[in-house]
């Protein structure tokens, strides 16, 4: 299933970031967040293609955790959850969930349990805790009560050149120069760093 990954790289030493050009304010912050014995719960807020989702993907490189894609999910976030106890939730494009789902975020973002009745099955738990960290394009699409449960880090867009770096460095297999072709092209079409690492998947190194 695409909205479920489970990570289980712990090292601190790590950097998950490395990829991410720039934004290097926001990367103390969530490393902070990271180390931190306090409940931290960011939300990444920009545009496509301002690395967004590659935050989440090095958080999980660096912690282990779930993620969950917000613009494909089932009806199984709950058993994820509910079964793996993450201390760390990972979600990609909150913004495109449902209001049901947001409001069941929220109260468990407020109490740290989860109960609920939904598809005749019943759920009540409790994670501890857990640290949520999440990404959106148009923040008004999240209630106020939501959006008050992060602290809100927003990213801009990448520049061409940005855009063109970030792709060479996601896809290292491939030479700079047809990496950075690929990059141009996506980003011609409003595409997002995640389009590049799909078709650079689909490419042979030469």
Same mark, same amino acid.
């Given at each position: 299933?695409?909205?479920?990954?489970?990570?289980?790289?712990?090292?601190?030493?790590?950097?998950?970031?490395?990829?991410?050009?720039?934004?290097? /304010?926001?990367?103390?912050?969530?490393?902070?967040? %990271?180390?931190? #014995?306090?409940?931290?719960? =960011?939300?990444?807020? #920009?545009?496509?293609?301002?690395?967004?989702?590659?935050?989440?993907?090095?958080?999980?490189?660096?912690?282990?955790?779930?993620?969950?894609?917000?613009? &494909?999910?089932?009806?199984?976030? %709950?058993?994820?959850?509910?079964?793996?106890? @993450?201390?760390?939730?990972?979600?990609?494009?909150?913004?495109? !969930?449902?209001?049901?789902?947001?409001?069941? =975020?929220?109260?468990? !973002?407020?109490?740290?349990?989860?109960?609920?009745?939904?598809?005749?099955?019943?759920?009540?738990?409790?994670?501890? #805790?857990?640290?949520?960290?999440?990404?959106? &394009?148009?923040?008004?699409?999240?209630?106020? @009560? =939501?959006?008050?449960?992060?602290?809100?880090?927003?990213? @801009?867009?990448?520049?061409?050149?940005?855009?063109? /770096?970030?792709?060479?460095?996601?896809?290292?297999? =491939?030479?700079?120069?047809?990496?950075?072709?690929?990059?141009?092209?996506?980003?011609?079409?409003?595409? /997002?760093?995640? /389009?590049?690492?799909?078709?650079?998947?689909?490419?042979?190194?030469?």
């Amino acid at each position: 299933m695409k909205f479920l990954h489970l990570f289980n790289k712990s090292s601190s030493a790590y950097d998950g970031f490395a990829r991410i050009q720039g934004y290097e /304010d926001i990367k103390d912050i969530v490393r902070r967040a %990271l180390d931190s #014995g306090e409940n931290h719960n =960011l939300l990444f807020v #920009g545009p496509p293609a301002s690395s967004k989702t590659l935050f989440l993907q090095g958080i999980l490189e660096m912690k282990s955790g779930v993620f969950f894609d917000g613009s &494909n999910t089932t009806g199984r976030i %709950l058993d994820v959850l509910q079964e793996k106890r @993450p201390n760390i939730i990972c979600i990609d494009e909150l913004d495109k !969930m449902s209001t049901q789902f947001q409001n069941q =975020l929220l109260n468990f !973002m407020e109490s740290g349990r989860v109960k609920v009745d939904q598809h005749r099955k019943q759920y009540d738990f409790e994670i501890k #805790g857990a640290k949520v960290f999440a990404t959106c &394009n148009e923040i008004n699409r999240l209630s106020k @009560p =939501l959006q008050s449960r992060f602290r809100k880090l927003f990213l @801009p867009r990448y520049t061409e050149e940005q855009f063109l /770096d970030v792709s060479d460095k996601v896809l290292p297999k =491939l030479s700079s120069s047809l990496s950075r072709y690929i990059g141009a092209n996506v980003r011609i079409s409003q595409g /997002d760093i995640g /389009d590049v690492i799909s078709i650079g998947k689909l490419v042979r190194p030469l």
